[in-house]
């Protein structure tokens, strides 16, 4: 989830979205969140070449007028997982933040597990 600041405003987003091997991107498995639709930002990701065999790489990017983004959901990933595959990482790194002055704002990166039981 997205925690907005008014000390971090931030009108687009660009991230690098990798997911551990045992794990695809869904066909269009990557949709606006509600914070991202309330401020009309347009969504899109492609997959990127990967830089090791270990993880599918993904370039997004949340962008469209000047309203900032508020708290909430900015992506919907929808991870398909292989049968009898180990625990999937998905991870958000290498985020650019931008404010309405196209300054960069800094952005943590971040990750998570998903497993299926």
Known sequence: MFTSSASKSVVALQWRLLVSSGGTIAERGVTAGNAAEKAHKSLMCAAERARSREASEYICVLAGGAEP???????????????GTAPVKVEVRDVLGANGEATRV???DA???LTVR
């Open 69 to 83: 983004l508020a708290d909430g959901a900015l992506a919907l990933i929808l991870v398909k997982i292989d049968a």
């Open 106 to 108: 800094p952005i943590a």
């Open 111 to 113: 990750a998570a597990t």
